[in-house]
């Protein structure tokens, strides 16, 4: 079998019964394939034949001129009819073999598929692609299965890495300009991604397919500056660098859009002046895309309130700032702490990609799936170095994410390597946020240091608790209250100093690499 070059990335599958009044379903096509479409799939699920076929002629004349391939769901008498340039078939429809037999070995045979092993049935069967799916719930199709997931994606990936013959992938099922980047991306195995995505309604239902498309093909294509980890870390290569990331944020003053519960409010807002970062404090979703349209914008979610939209307010500015391809901290507060948080917890990580997770060590082990001690939203301490260190290391590389985990001893992973960071005062544990404005910080520093979001979380910790120890013995500071406004005034100057070239206050850092006991 000679394989084809096809273009996957952006593969539309149409539904007669979505296209918006006033248009047709032809008109849509070509709209969407104005916008970058490079495979259609005409699906007409209750046609008659002799008005599917018709459909099929009106849709080709627009896909041939595109230089676009049109595939046909499940008919192959429609495919042969019109002599499409291949089918797409589901698990219950007619066998490969036989769809083989009758189309040739040059058209396209496309098969539906939801575990490894339906994937290894297919490739042994000869299909070219599959369709993986269904990712998530959609209101287009009836589900037969349960929903995959973006772990599903991953091991057909997987699977398919090892195979000899290459067989393309598309992911299926509410792909859609806020879930798509991620699904794309995080499903990602060494050596194998996606594809490309089909998408029905989201285009056949938009009111400007092209733009839709357009945003799609480019969310799909992007390189995702997330997905790189640099290996071989010392610490003091990444130290050398804290500065040049503490002046950027100086420099460049990123806008740090900060979603945060009302006890940090005021604080965060402070610290995020005082290191020269410009903040704002918003749970208003109508102007989540302005903010995230920023340059140098960056999201800092910090799940402080409760209320029955939360989830809905976290996706929608996460989709914001995905689809601006801007950063995302997470700051999972009090992950563990009940029924109600663990399952926002649970929703945010299908479906959000965040570049920090901060959290203690009860917030990131909960969201771990590891059991630890922790009541309320303390942080326990009694889970040892080793320990912590496997549990932030395993989540930053399940989640392609940088880990922070607070605490005496604050860990720093990004899957592949650990920092250990020992600076800090015990005022940060009597006064009430110092964990949240870590995470404005760490969204400024992201907000500057795209490429390096290890280096980022570093500056952050280091700039922060280096300045808790000074701001701890500064004239006039008696305790938590006095130690707040001295906090504040720290940050500012050793920010400043940063900026002016002297460094000579990170000789204070106390890191080291985290090297597994033997
Ligand atoms: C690309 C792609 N993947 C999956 C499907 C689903 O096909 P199937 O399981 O046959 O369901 P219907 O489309 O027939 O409802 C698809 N159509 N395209
Ligand atoms: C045909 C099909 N097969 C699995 S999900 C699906 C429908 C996907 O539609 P949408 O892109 O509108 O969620």
Known sequence: ????????????????????????????????????????QLREKDAETCDFIA??????????????????????DVALAIDADGIHIGQEDIDVATARKLLGPDKIIGMSVSYVSEAAKAVEDGVDYVGIGAIYDTATKKPKKPPI???????????????????????????????????????AVPGRRLDGIAVVSAIIAAEDPTAVSRELLGLVRDTPYWMTVIPNRDVSSVLAEV?????????????????VNRVATNFAANVNLAIGSSPAMSENIPEFDDFAGIPNSAL???????????????????????KKLRPVVLDPVAAGASELRKSAVKSLLNRCHFDIIKGNEGEIFSIAGEVSQMRGVDSTSNSQLQKKAKVVEALAAKEK???ILTGKEDLISDGMTTFVLRNGHGYLADITASGCVLGSIAGAMVAVSLHDRFL????????????????????????????????????????????NGDVSWLEAARVEQYVEEA
């Open 300 to 322: 800092l979610i910090n799940m402080g309130f409760g209320t029955d939209d939360w989830v809905e307010t976290y996706l929608t500015a996460a989709g914001a700032y995905a």
């Open 456 to 499: 980022a979380a570093v500056a952050s910790v280091l700039l922060y608790t280096i300045a808790a120890e000074r701001a701890a013995v500064a004239p006039g500071v008696r305790g938590p209250g006095t130690f707040i406004g001295a906090l504040i005034d720290e940050l500012y100057i050793l920010s400043n100093a940063t900026a």
């Open 55 to 76: 459909r099929a002629k009106t849709i080709q004349e627009i896909t041939k001129k595109a230089g676009v391939p049109l595939l046909i769901n499940d008919r192959l």
């Open 149 to 187: 997931g973006i772990n599903g994606v991953r091991k057909i990936l997987s699977y398919l890495s090892s195979v000899p013959r290459y067989v393309a992938t598309v992911a299926i099922g509410s792909l859609n300009l806020k879930t798509s980047r991620n699904v794309v991306h995080l499903s």
């Open 1 to 40: 079998m000679v394989p084809r070059k096809v273009d996957y990335s952006l593969y539309l599958v149409t539904d007669p019964y979505l296209v918006p009044n006033g248009t047709t379903l032809e008109e849509q096509v070509q709209k969407a394939i104005d916008g970058g479409v490079t495979v259609v």
């Open 401 to 403: 994410t940088i880990v």
């Open 243 to 259: 500065p040049a990331v503490i002046s950027k944020v100086r420099s460049e003053t990123p806008f740090v859009h900060n979603i």
